[in-house]
């Protein structure tokens, strides 16, 4: 079964009134956490503001998920009207998950799905986003931190929106697996370290060099500061560079393993359903929650 089809039949599940309250008190507590970390992101002062703005679009963009939530609110009422007055729905996208942009382009629940997998992609492709703000950085070393340089930001996150919206809609309309999405997953995140590996090793060499060699080495003071900066910076970004992997990787495991292991028809929806629900309602709790651990390991660095 695609991941389209999958999402569909989620979407046909009728939460009780309980569920309902439940989804709507961990929608607002999500909002307000996710205000809370995007205040406190934007008073980073370690990070250069480039990497700042990223983890601001990537918190801004749990908006995202509740526009998803409200759309599939939307759905789930015109199919009980649908349900009630008996009246029969022939669209193979409502039913069986093969949409397409022609015939579904104004549909509710379409619209849902290409945000629900517009974030999931952004996020994946989140880390490699912010190695790449870090490679730019160790090749502009010399002015790097004393630069805005919003031009990288925004390349990014361009980048990025490019890659979530074409594979989004891939998802939707190409007919794409669970083993397929995690294949890519995977590769992503080993790609992820590697550069990883590669950009913090690049740094620690160059800089034990100049500290080795600086007599016979022609070397300003800038870049061996700005050479520092990107080790304690990347130093910094690991444990929110890691939180993102692990949300990554649990939302995929926690998707694919009923999957993979052909469990039984009821033991999927439900996972699918709860999987759901966390990640509309808690993706904002813990993107906020990563915010708030990177800003106290900063503090304490800083001591």
Not at 80 to 85: A, K, Q
Not at 132 to 150: N, Q
Not at 195 to 213: A, K
């Amino acid at each position: 079964m695609t991941i389209i089809a999958i999402f569909i039949r989620n979407s046909h599940q009728m939460p009780s009134n309980g569920e309902l309250l439940v989804q709507v008190v961990l929608l607002i507590l999500s909002f307000f956490v996710t205000l809370f970390g995007v205040s406190t992101a934007m008073r980073f002062t370690v990070f250069h503001k480039n990497q700042r703005n990223m983890l601001v679009s990537l918190l801004l963009l749990w908006f995202e998920l509740l526009a998803c939530r409200l759309l599939l609110w939307v759905f789930k009422y015109s199919l009980s009207v649908e349900i009630r007055d008996q009246v029969e729905c022939d669209d193979i996208c409502h039913h069986f998950g093969r949409c397409s942009i022609r015939k579904n382009l104004r549909d509710p629940i379409f619209i849902a799905a290409n945000m629900r997998y517009h974030y999931m992609f952004f996020v994946i492709a989140t880390p490699i986003g912010i190695l790449t703000e870090r490679i730019f950085a160790t090749i502009l070393v010399k002015d790097y931190e004393r630069r805005d340089r919003h031009w990288i930001f925004c390349l990014i996150f361009i980048c990025q929106n490019i890659f979530a919206c074409t594979m989004s809609v891939i998802t939707t309309t190409g007919g794409v697996t669970f083993q397929v999405l995690m294949s890519a997953v995977m590769v992503s995140l080993f790609s992820a370290g590697v550069i990883y590996t590669l950009v913090e090793y690049f740094n620690q060499r160059r800089l034990l060099i100049l500290e080795r060699d600086h007599r016979t080495t022609k070397y300003t003071l800038s870049i061996r500061y700005q050479l520092k900066e990107n080790l304690k910076t990347l130093k910094l970004m690991r444990r929110f560079f890691m939180t993102i992997i692990a949300i990554i990787i649990a939302m995929g495991l926690t998707n694919s393993i009923p999957v993979i292991f052909k469990m039984d028809e009821d033991v999927i929806m439900t996972t699918r359903v709860y999987m759901d629900y966390i990640v509309h309602s808690q993706t904002g709790p813990l993107a906020g929650a990563g915010t708030t651990n990177v800003h106290a390991t900063n503090i304490l660095l800083l001591k």
